[in-house]
């Protein structure tokens, strides 16, 4: 029996779709229903029913799914006993949102390449919503987002979550603290509406009975770094961001009155029982969001200076 139809037929299973799996495993959507046809006519039964436009997998395949993820759990321990100090080498799909592609996400990559230098990456920086689909229809192997997946075969994992702060220019804001009622009298800049810091943001002005001037939805840090560079208004961003962008922008972190909310970060991925090298990368992340949560923070300097940050896109 050849394992790749068998891998084959057990993403078509947890993705519920062929062209899906096809995308998964880099095949065209023929070669993918080639390779089932071919188990199947092995097995000497019909795996998928093809009967309806909805995909379901017949009773033997149902059965046979179980076998499948036990043949692919079986070929992994082979090769991890056989070749137990051959480097990983293998294509991994990553999504994040842009509050953790401009906090640890960049010096992470940069350390995982150096532990695992077999392993490729695709990255993508897209927002919650987005990322959540992706990982659920099976397009990327692991996700950093604000809310986590729900999907079969999805794990997912919380990792430290992130402060934040308001953020100012050093030469309109000088105050030592505001309070928020004088933070309600500016123009705020947060995510688009209904992210996590849009909705929470509302929510703290109306816990203190207080109704903004204005909030800007902008789902870009990089947008928002340069607005609050040109004077207008004030930005609420994680304050890991903010510290890396030290030296590209000037900026000001600004201490209020309030406690303010925390920006959630789950990592969501899926499980492939022919290979451990999702589940390791994601232990890698969680070591090193850790770590960068007990590191020692620097304290804030009165102004960031230097030359504006330029970024595709970003998101929360």
Sequence with gaps: MNLRFVEAFYWVA?????????????????????RIATLEEELGVLLLDRRDKQFKLTGAGVRFLMYAEKLLELQREVKAEMGSGEAMAVSMRIGAIESVLHSW?????????????GLELELTVETTPILVDQIQRGT??????????????????????????????????????????ELASMEL??????????????????????????????SSISAMVQLVQGG???????????????????LRP?????????????????????????????RSAMRFAQQQGHAPKRRPSKA???KPVTSKKSMM
């Excluded at 996400?105 to 230098?117: D, Q, V």
């Excluded at 987002?145 to 309109?172: E, I």
């Excluded at 600004?254 to 022919?274: E, N």
Aim: glycine fraction near 4%; charged fraction near 20%; hydrophobic fraction near 40%.
């Design 14 to 34: 947890s993705l519920k779709s062929i062209s899906r799996a096809a995308d998964k495993l880099y095949l065209t959507q023929s070669a993918m229903s080639s």
């Design 105 to 117: 996400l960049i010096p992470w990559l940069e350390s995982l390449r150096t532990e695992h230098p």
């Design 140 to 181: 990327l192997d692991l996700v950093f987002a604000v809310l986590p997946a729900s999907a079969d075969g999805v794990r997912n994992q919380a990792l430290p979550t992130m402060d934040m702060v308001f953020v100012g220019n050093p030469q309109l804001h000088t105050k030592r603290s505001y309070k928020l009622s």
């Design 189 to 218: 800049l947060t995510f688009q509406k209904g992210s996590q810091p849009h909705v929470t943001l509302l929510d703290l002005f109306r816990q203190h009975q207080m109704e903004p001037k204005k909030v800007h939805a902008i």
């Design 232 to 250: 207008f208004g004030v930005a609420l961003l994680p304050r890991a961001a903010v510290e890396r962008l030290t030296g590209f922008a000037p």
């Design 254 to 282: 600004l201490s209020c009155d309030v406690k303010l909310q925390s920006l959630p970060i789950h990592a969501s991925y899926r499980t492939d029982p022919a290979t451990k090298t999702v589940e390791t990368v994601v």
């Design 304 to 306: 960031i200076s230097g």
